[in-house]
């Protein structure tokens, strides 16, 4: 684990029976280095004593809106000045919605207005709340505003259900406090392009050809180039994800169309990461009125779609990195070798389709690197934002 010397860390503590997790947390973040104040909500306080917590930490607990500040500025706002980054864990249902309509009504949600550094949110709770659609419309409010979410895991709850609401492991909580905080800023400078999610090819104004692509994938990769510095161009077929921050978007839907803008925005771009799952193939005849259901069989004409990768590969300029994606059911490296050939590509991520937890629709990846030089570098079973950063910890070696 990195160390966290000099980084002020302001934990959040609710009531949910999570709680004494929280004294684990912190122990583990202070070993690391890191100043830790506490933040104690008084449901919280009626499972674990603030004492525990002050021993631990070694700084005073705050529980108490009007306790007497140690100087003229008032406690919510000096905490939330000196904190790197701000965390509630265990976070309830209770907290979750306070936070999403701004409701400030105790010192934990106060302080939680005024804070200006990232967030991380770990819920925990029964696991019929947390799939309640309530309580996940509010944490979709939280993403889009920026807070980030370590999710609960699944197993036996303290109520006797079996589920999903166990508060993530302490030393997950810490790894992904030290990756926020450590993240590297090796791509200041540079404009990365990356594409993402499906391209959708039309039939007839209600009929498409598409693929199970979700975008996430492209998404974590555009997040993790620009929490590391890059001046990212995210281009992306339809898809239901909020875009990551400081990110420009550019929505497109046919496989011409991200064509025409990944050519548009690729000179400009020192790297390129073709992400998108691009429809092979397009109808060759559009109808323009709904195709009606009066046949036994219809045949399909399909023509083939612009080669974006190849494109790229052909008029690639000095210096440009260009990554490109292959996914595969059957002889992973070898047709993955010969894209990366055939592409003129610097790079490849091949992933396996058959392979539980890899490839569309999922939070993780099983993920293959191949080099220009014929490096073969198999990354384990690891969620899409760790590949992420595997992918562009490989680009800054290239």
Not at 111 to 134: F, G, H, S
Not at 288 to 315: F, H, M, S, Y
Not at 342 to 356: F, R
């Amino acid at each position: 684990m990195s160390e966290l010397n000099d980084k002020a860390i302001l934990l959040g503590v609710t009531g949910g029976i999570a709680a004494y997790k929280a004294v684990d947390v912190v122990s583990r973040l202070v070993k690391l280095g890191a100043t830790v104040n506490v933040i104690m909500t008084r449901n919280a306080t009626m499972l674990v004593q603030p004492l525990t917590f002050r021993y631990i930490s070694r700084n005073p607990v705050v529980v108490d809106m009007f306790d007497e500040p140690e100087s003229w500025k008032p406690k919510h706002i000096s905490l939330a000045d000196k904190a790197d980054i701000f965390v509630i864990a265990p976070a309830t249902a209770n907290m979750i919605g306070k936070l999403a309509y701004g409701i400030a009504d105790d010192m934990l949600s106060t302080t939680a207005l005024a804070i200006r550094c990232p967030a991380l949110i770990a819920p925990a709770m029964n696991c019929n709340m947390y799939d309640n659609p309530i309580l996940q419309a509010n944490i979709d409010i939280l993403k889009k505003r920026h807070f980030e979410f370590i999710e609960p895991e699944y197993g036996m709850l303290a109520c006797g259900y079996e589920g999903k609401g166990r508060l993530a492991d302490p030393i997950k909580i810490v790894e992904r406090i030290q990756q926020i905080l450590n993240v590297p800023r090796d791509f200041e400078g540079k404009t990365v392009l990356v594409t993402a999610g499906p391209t959708r090819e039309a039939l007839d104004p209600v009929r498409f050809i598409s693929n199970r692509s979700s975008g996430k994938m492209g998404y974590a990769i555009a997040e993790s180039a620009s929490k590391r510095g890059a001046n990212v161009i995210l281009i992306s077929g339809p898809t239901t994800l909020n875009p990551p921050n400081n990110v420009k978007l550019v929505n497109v839907e046919s496989a011409i169309q991200m064509r025409d803008e990944v050519m548009s925005y690729a000179a400009q771009s020192q790297i390129i990461i073709m992400s998108a799952a691009v429809s092979d193939y397009r109808p060759r005849d559009f109808s323009n009125q709904k195709i009606k259901r009066d046949k036994d069989i219809i045949t399909l004409v399909l023509e083939e779609n612009p080669d974006i990768l190849a494109e790229l590969g052909r008029n690639k300029s000095n210096g440009q990195i260009l990554v490109g994606f292959s996914m595969e059911t059957e002889n992973l490296l070898e047709n993955s070798r010969k894209k990366l050939e055939k592409k003129n590509a610097d790079l490849i991520v091949a992933n396996d389709l058959s392979k539980e937890g890899a490839g569309f629709g999922t939070d993780t990846n099983i993920v293959t690197l191949i080099n220009s030089s014929g490096q073969i570098k198999e990354l384990p079973l690891m969620s899409k934002y760790d590949v992420s950063n595997a992918i562009l910890d490989e680009i800054i070696n290239l």
